[in-house]
């Protein structure tokens, strides 16, 4: 099989390397030219045998719609467009819409396994009609891990359910992470009493109930720096936890650990809290408490 590839970024590149190694022709387009195999589109659409399959793996949002439009323009009839972005779900329908306009036909794809994917595979959700993931089963099976293909890979439902899986996936991702590291905070406040909190973690790795991959990468980051000392404790987002959280309010569905663990990124991008100043001043107000100076250039 040989497909075409664009986005040729930390993900991409790894990807289009993992599908060479399993018997997978791939020509890859990117911008940048210390990576591409062809030089734009319409390159990218003539190297390919028809029908086409192409897997784009460009940053969700604007890029992904954008790349969808210029890649209608050059795509035909009975060709495949596969997202494997991190893209929400809500966009698949409409990208599907767009490129049906011209008989191309879409599917969308949750993948996990972030920089270890290339050694490791990725973890795949897949949404879309049957015959069209069919269609690009050889592809998922070279990108999934060896073993039991359910085991790493589900074609979840139409188009738009893969990426809600990936959704769901990386809110649950918070939430784990989040547990992990205030079992860390914990007993690195009591050192007293544990004396080597990697050691624990370590320990934990076979046989408990606790024991993950998560875990296992927490360990290795406490060894490459135990105190975390080279690393502000500044998390960023890239949406899916926000979506996750909209869906559940939407739903009515309680999802309190998911929703806390995205609160505890935006705390821990600010530098003070005016919610805790203001806190501060009403117990000021009502009963005299002290309030401490603002630290300067701490606002928010
Ligand atoms: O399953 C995965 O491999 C990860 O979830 C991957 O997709 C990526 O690292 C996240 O998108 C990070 O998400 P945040 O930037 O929202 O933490």
Partial sequence: MH??????????????????????????????????DVPDLAALAAALPTPRVVWVMVPSGAVTTSVINDIAAVLEDGDLVI?????????????????????IHFADCGVSGGVWGLANGYGLMAGGDKADIERAMP????????????????????VGAGHYAKMVHNGIEYAQMQALAEGYE?????????????????????GTVVRSWLLELLVKALKADPEFQDIRGYVDDSGEGRWTIQEALDHAVPLPTISASIYARFVSRQ?????M????????????????AAVDGAGS
């Fill in 3 to 36: 497909i075409g590839l664009v986005g040729l970024g930390r993900m991409g590149n790894n990807m289009r390397q993992r599908l060479r190694d399993h018997g997978i022709e791939v020509t890859g387009y990117d911008p940048n030219p210390a990576v591409t």
């Fill in 186 to 206: 914990l007993m690195d406040a009591n050192k007293d009493l544990i004396h080597d909190v990697a050691g624990v973690f370590e320990a934990w790795q076979r």
């Fill in 83 to 103: 997202d494997g972005g991190n893209s929400k779900y809500t966009v698949d329908k409409p990208h599907a819409h767009k490129l049906g306009e011209k008989g």
């Fill in 139 to 158: 592809v998922f099976d070279a990108l999934r891990p060896e073993g039991p293909r359910e085991e790493g890979f589900v074609h979840v439902g139409p």
């Fill in 271 to 275: 530098t003070d809290s005016p919610a």
């Fill in 277 to 292: 100043k203001a806190v501060a001043a009403l117990r000021n107000q009502f009963g005299g408490h002290a309030v401490k």
